[in-house]
């Protein structure tokens, strides 16, 4: 017979073999902030902002779908909303991420206007360029890492 403080070693010892065995069988998954989303797409058009053709690259993250009817619904000035030049999709990279590398990669191009869509959640964030700079800023969004 075990004495009181030998059968709570006993247990004690059972419980963290049953732990150890949950432990091995389940695999952690990582922690992510609830809000972010780990994936995020950019989109460059062609549009017409008060009248005046520019070339704009929409970030945003992949839960949303994003159409040129929606760029409208963000702000009436948009008058005209261009083709898509391209749209690439970027896995395990935050919109905050996408962003910095973005405007890296970029550079020399320096977009002369941002904005920074909250209303519609979730955000989307918008850099304008002159016209003409969406065959290089194509080039840069095929050849950035992600």
């Known amino acids: 017979?075990?004495?009181?403080?030998?059968?709570?070693?006993?247990?004690?010892?059972?419980?963290?073999?049953?732990?150890?065995?949950?432990?091995?069988?389940?695999?952690?998954?990582?922690?992510?902030?609830?809000?972010?989303?780990?994936?995020?797409?950019?989109?460059?058009?062609?549009?017409?902002?008060?009248?005046?053709?520019?070339?704009?690259a929409f970030l945003y993250p992949t839960t949303i779908a994003f159409t040129p009817s929606r760029i409208q619904l963000m702000d009436d000035i948009f008058t005209v909303i261009g083709e898509r030049v391209i749209s690439r999709e970027f896995k395990d990279t935050a919109l905050e991420d996408l962003n910095s590398l973005f405007l890296h990669e970029a550079k020399p191009a320096i977009p002369f206007m941002t904005h920074d869509y909250t209303i519609h959640k979730p955000r989307i964030i918008e850099h304008s360029f002159v016209p003409g700079s969406e065959v290089y800023l194509e080039k840069v969004i095929r050849e950035m890492k992600g």
């Not at 609830?34 to 902002?49: A, I, N, T």
């Open 1 to 56: 017979m075990l004495t009181e403080d030998q059968d709570t070693i006993v247990k004690s010892e059972e419980n963290e073999t049953l732990e150890e065995a949950w432990r091995a069988k389940v695999k952690p998954t990582p922690l992510v902030a609830q809000g972010l989303h780990r994936e995020s797409k950019l989109d460059l058009y062609l549009v017409y902002f008060e009248g005046n053709l520019q070339t704009s």
